[in-house]
Structure formats: C-alpha cells, structure tokens
C-alpha cells in the first residue's frame, strides 16, 4: 500500500537524482528540483521562524504587557526595504539587529579570539608549541603590508606562507572529506531506503535515453 | 522627511544598541541583566521577521519571471512550494495550534524536498572537487608542493585505508592539524578579528554607511 | 578527456564499497575524540549537556551520526541533555537524532526530566547569549510545554550557563561564538561534533576552550566505537577511504602528466 511516507521518499529520491543530474549536463528536471527546493527551504523557515517568534512573544502578551507588540510592528518594517518611498524605515529594524550583533561580538571577541590567542600562543611547553608560535609570527609577518618584504623580512614572510600553504592543504583534505561524506549519505539513501532504489533503473533508462538524442541532435 | 529620522535616529539606534549589549557582557548588575535579557528576546522577535524580505523577493523575482513566460515552470513550482507550504503551516499553527514541528504535511516537505535537495546540491561539489584535483591542482611552486603535500597527507590520514598503507599517515596528519594548521589559522583569526572591529568601529563612528541601503 | 568520466569514476568509486562493504579495520582513534569521551564520561552523573543543532541537511551527512553517538554516550551516563537549534533547518534533525536513541520525543518517559527540546532560537549568537543568561529564555519548549513545570530546571542553582556541564556543538559554520559567549564567559567547556569543513577552526581553540571534537563522518565513526554503538558513520568509512585514494592517485596522475607534457620537446625545426 502506497502510503504518504512511501511518497515521501520517493520525491526525496526523485529530487536527489534530479539534482545529480546537473553532473551530466543542465537540464528541465535539475532546475525544477532547484526550484522546489528553494520554494520549500523558504516556506518551511518562515514557519520555524514565526513559531520561534511567537513563543518568544507570547508569554509577555499573556502577562497583558501589550507594549510588547511594538516589536511585531518593528519586525514588519522590513517590509519597507521594497518602497523606495519609505525605504528608510527599513534601517529601524536593521540597525536594531546590527547593533545587537556588535555589542554582543565586540565586547568578546577582543578577549576571545584576540588576548587569549595571543597567550595560548606564548605558552611554550614543547617543540610543536614553539612551531606554532614562530608559525603564527611568521604568518602575521606575510599579512604586514606598510613595509616592503625586503632581506631578513623576506624569509620571514616566506617561512609565514609555508605555513599557511600547509594550513590551506590541511583545510583542503578536510573539505574533501567533506564533501564524500555528503556524497556517501546521498547514496545510501539511495541504494538501501526502500522505495527509492526502484528509481535508480528509471534514472539510468532516462540517461541513456537523454545521451542518445544528444548524440542524434548533434548528428543532424 | 528630514535626514534626521531617516540617517541619524537609525544610527543611533544601532549605537545604542551596542553600547547596551556590550555593556550587559561587560557589567553584572541584576536589573541591567534582565533588561538587557529582554531586550535579546525582543531583538530576537524582531530579526525573525527578515525572512519576510526574502520572501517577498522571492516572489515578486518569479512573479515578474512568469508574467514576461521565462522559466514559467521552475518559477510556479517554487511558488507554489513555497505559498502552499507556508499558507498550510501558518494555518495551523495560527488557527489550530499545530506546532510546524509535529505538522505531518510540513515535515514531509522537508523530508522529501528540502533536505534531500540541500544534501544533494553541496554532495556534487565532492565531483567538481574531484575533477578540479586532476586538472588544476599542480604542484608549480614549493607553496603549491607544500599545499599539495599536506592535503593528500591529511585525506590518506583521514581514511581508515591510509594507516593501512603507511602508518605513520595519521601520526603525519596529527602534526599537520595541529602545528603548521593551528599556526595559519590562528593568523588568520587574530588578523580576522582586527579587521572586524576596524569595521564595527567604523560602523558605529559613522564612516561605514553600507548598512543603510540605497537613498539618503 | 570529458569531465563527465571523471564524475562516473568518482561515482563508482564511493557506490562499489557501499554496496560490497570490505571491512577496512578504522584505525586509531583520533586524540580530539578521546578526549571528548573522556570528558564527557567522568562529567558527574545528571550533569547538563547543551547540545546546538546548527547542521544543515547538508552537514547532517557527518553531524547525526555524531549526535546519535553523543546522545547514546549521554544516556548511558546519566546526564540531562537540553537541545536546541540554531538554523531552521536544523530543528527537524533533534526530533530525529532522538528518535534514533531515545525511541521517542516528547512522549518519552524521561522527557521534562532527562531531556529538553527548546526548539529553534532565533539570532545565533544573540540567541545563545539569551539562553546563557536564563534558561526559561524560551519559556517553552519545542512542543509547547511549559519549562518551568520540568523537573529537569527544578535544581539548578544558577539557572544560567554557569549549571551546564559541557556544550556541544553541531555544524559546519563556525564555533567561535559559542566559545566566546559560553566558555570564556561562564567557564563552560565546549566541544563539536563539526563537519569537516570546519574542522581547521577548532583547531586554534583546542585543548584549552573546546576540550575535543569530532571531525567529520570519521570522528563519528571513532565515537561509536568508544559507546560500543556502531552505526551510520561505521558503514560509510569503505567508500571514505576508496574515494580518498581515488581523489589522491587523480591528483599524483595528474602531476605526472603535466610534468611529462612539460618535458617533451617542442615541435618544429
């Protein structure tokens, strides 16, 4: 019996061979699939985000703190970013939610990401700690841009680049990683959800099918 | 209306409310904390409302594509997606209460569309990433060699099958993440942070006037 | 040569070990996992984990398998675990994620007493500095419940940041502002179950603000080894380990045939 989870998955299975089929070349069916997902991923956060907005709001309402819905009326001014006319009430909300996030960021961040790695830096225990502070000098050295890398400067900054070099190869080996690993989860929904794998035949027939007209098309 | 509603109150707004959040990070006073604790909740009522340009966007983008018969398929699908998914789960949230958590109809949309086409759409880069690996990555220069070397290092160090074929492959790996790695990052990092509070100070002195959008 | 025959290696590649998996032994366990596992496993027993739910469809690949492990790790000790999203698309992945060990959500015996599902927080950062500051900062639940009826907030002394045990955190964006507003701010230690991609970041913060993580679908894999749980993650490391020797003797082919056009000699005379 075809239940509304067995659809489910097919559509799930149906949108993931529809994208992967961009890899053979652009086509109807990738950018319907595209497009569906785009429309659903912006329906579905609108919903996640209204009833995070709402539970938020909610309590404060039913405590009968009515000023409240001036924050309601705040967020609707984002609307604005599409009248010319009025276009200025929309930096309201947006300097709000700017602000927050610079007092929030600035007033740690100092601390967090600038004092403490400079002294997590200077604790020198062992020889890899020592790497990792004439790494970090050195590097800082290739990004100082108002004097010219001349003589001892020069290697400096060149010690600095290899070490950076070495941490672009390390942040590409991960990305990989990455990447395969979306790959193999793609494909194991694929091959073992039940009924998504009685769509990998129909793929291939319609591949094969797609790579004989190009053929023809391209003959005549 | 005058420059003054329109450029200088919303700078001083977005001033104000720095200094308030910066100093609730900075002072422990109870009733400034709670203050500052209701002022994240309603700056977080008001934030969830951006999506609204989006969709909005998104709409009047594909609206204006079928009137003018472009892409008059893809565009409907995506309305229609997005409209029926909304309406339905507004609905009954709004009127019934269903949270859009345990509304059957809307975690089937995402299960069936929105998660496997996420998933897909980063999975085919694991191809272009491939193919890029054999027809551009070269080892050109010692930087290259060096890029080049650490990164095969780390993705046999990262496989089970590269123990297998050398062992010292993750003990290599290891020192490559946690050495020249951290160093690099930690450059970046502390040269990140300097650039970002460049930037916010200028914000909030005044020189940066990006955020404001177009118009006076 | 066309690309697209580099895409049908690839795709061969990654699908022959998963559908004849060869049993490749995983290895040694990474330092970083361990130390997670350690940490969480002489936590005092009803200690809170805070759990983000930051991945999205496409992190969840490498993230779930981590929750899943880190959840069972949790169950097994005993400890609260109090989850939350912070990207709406990650919401649906906590309801999953509890499924898988737990059986249930919100029906689940334990729930209100053991485990709390706080929903999607909107802002990030902002949101997280909301949560730190007060735990009823939702006041309810993902599915309406109201959080100061809980057993589950009913002894804690602070009811901030400061009561929690360790929070982990789960994505591919960054981790930078959970360190800054959570463990430099109330001395709550933090650790990942990141996606590769962001793996390099943690690096910086590693061992004295983030205690360990696991990378990727591999970190995942070594954690279910440690709670005796093989899972999602065990399964994928076949294709994982094909693909990466695949890619690496793409990329030496690569160079030797650059280098061997580069030395032969131009034609004319």
């Not at chain 1, 927050?100 to 890899?128: M, P, Y």
């Not at chain 2, 997005?82 to 949270?99: D, E, H, K, N, P």
């Not at chain 2, 460049?198 to 020189?207: F, H, P, S, W």
């Amino acid at each position: 019996m075809v239940t509304v989870e067995t659809l489910t998955i097919l559509a799930g299975g149906a949108m993931t061979i529809a994208l992967f089929s961009y890899l053979w070349r652009e086509n109807l069916a990738f950018r319907i699939a595209e497009h569906a997902y785009i429309g659903a991923a912006a329906g579905y956060g609108v919903l996640i985000s209204a009833e995070a907005a709402w539970r938020l709001l909610e309590p404060f309402l039913k405590a009968g703190l009515w000023y409240w819905y001036v924050t309601a009326v705040i967020g609707l001014l984002y609307l604005f970013f599409f009248l010319p006319k009025y276009f200025w009430l929309y930096r309201y909300p947006t300097g709000l939610v700017l602000g927050s996030g610079i007092g929030v960021l600035l007033a740690r961040a100092l601390k967090t990401q600038f004092l403490e790695q400079i002294r997590v830096t200077t604790i020198v225990t062992d020889v890899n700690s020592v790497l990792v502070a004439v790494g970090v000098i050195c590097s800082l050295f290739y990004f100082y841009a108002t004097m010219e890398h001349r003589g001892a400067f020069r290697y400096v900054s060149r010690i600095g680049i290899c070490f950076l070099m070495a941490a672009f190869g390390v942040s590409f080996g991960a990305t990989v990683m990455a990447r395969i690993s979306l790959l193999i989860g793609r494909l194991k929904f694929l091959y073992f959800t039940d009924p998504a794998y009685y769509l990998i035949p129909v793929a291939i027939a319609l591949l094969i099918i797609g790579i004989v007209l190009d053929r023809r098309k391209k003959e005549q | 209306m005058s420059l003054v509603v329109k450029r200088y109150i919303p700078h001083a707004v977005l001033v104000a409310t720095a200094f308030f959040l910066a100093g609730d990070t900075l002072l422990l006073e109870k009733t400034y904390n709670d203050l500052a604790t209701s002022g994240v909740k309603a700056i977080s009522i008001i934030g969830s409302f951006a999506v609204l340009i989006s969709i909005t966007m998104l709409s009047r983008l594909h609206v204006r594509r079928i009137q003018r018969r472009r892409t008059v398929i893809e565009s409907s699908v995506l309305l229609v997606c997005m409209w029926a998914t909304m309406i339905w789960g507004l609905f009954r949230f709004a009127v019934q209460g269903v949270s859009p958590l345990k509304e059957f109809a809307v975690q089937q949309v995402f299960s069936g569309i929105v998660s496997p086409g996420d998933a897909t759409i980063y999975s085919i880069l694991a191809f272009f990433i491939a193919a890029a690996a054999y027809r551009a990555f070269r080892a050109r220069s010692i930087e290259a060699t060096i890029l080049l070397g650490s990164g095969v290092i780390v993705m046999l160090g990262k496989a089970p099958i590269g123990e297998m074929i050398w062992g010292y492959f993750p003990v290599l790996t290891t020192w490559l993440t946690d050495v020249p790695n951290t160093a690099g990052v930690r450059t970046l990092i502390l040269s990140g942070i300097i650039a970002v509070t460049a930037l916010y100070v200028r914000i909030i002195l005044g020189y940066e006037r990006g955020w404001m959008g177009r118009g006076d | 040569m066309d690309v697209r025959y580099m895409y049908l290696l690839v795709m061969i590649v990654v699908s022959i070990p998963l559908l004849k998996p060869m049993g490749l032994p995983l290895g040694t366990i990474s330092v970083e996992t361990t130390r997670m596992y350690q940490y969480i496993d002489k936590l005092p027993s009803r200690s809170i984990i805070v759990m983000i739910a930051d991945q999205s469809p496409a992190a969840a690949a490498e993230c779930q398998p981590a929750m899943v492990a880190n959840i069972q790790h949790a169950v097994n000790k005993g400890h609260r675990v109090l989850f939350y999203a912070s990207r709406t698309d990650a919401v649906p992945f906590i309801d999953d994620a509890m499924k898988v060990v737990l059986g249930a959500t919100s029906d689940h015996p334990n729930y209100g007493k053991l485990y709390v599902n706080l929903g999607y927080i909107p802002e990030g950062e902002l949101g997280l500095k909301g949560l730190a500051a007060d735990v009823f900062f939702t006041g309810r639940d993902a599915y309406g419940k109201d959080l100061r009826a809980m057993e589950f907030f009913r002894d804690l002394p602070k009811k901030d940041a400061s009561d929690w045990g360790l929070i982990i955190y789960y994505g591919a964006s960054s981790v930078d502002w959970v360190v800054r507003q959570i463990t430099d701010v109330y001395g709550c230690k933090t650790a990942g179950g990141v996606a590769a991609v962001l793996v390099t970041r943690m690096y910086p913060y590693y061992p004295h603000s983030i205690i360990g993580f696991q990378t990727g679908l591999r970190g995942a894999a070594e954690y279910e080894v440690l709670v005796k749980r093989p899972g999602e993650a065990a399964a994928g490391m076949d294709a994982q380990s094909l693909s990466h020797l695949a890619i690496v003797i793409m990329i030496i082919v690569g160079n030797i045939g650059y280098y061997a056009s580069r030395r032969k000699p131009s034609g004319g005379g």
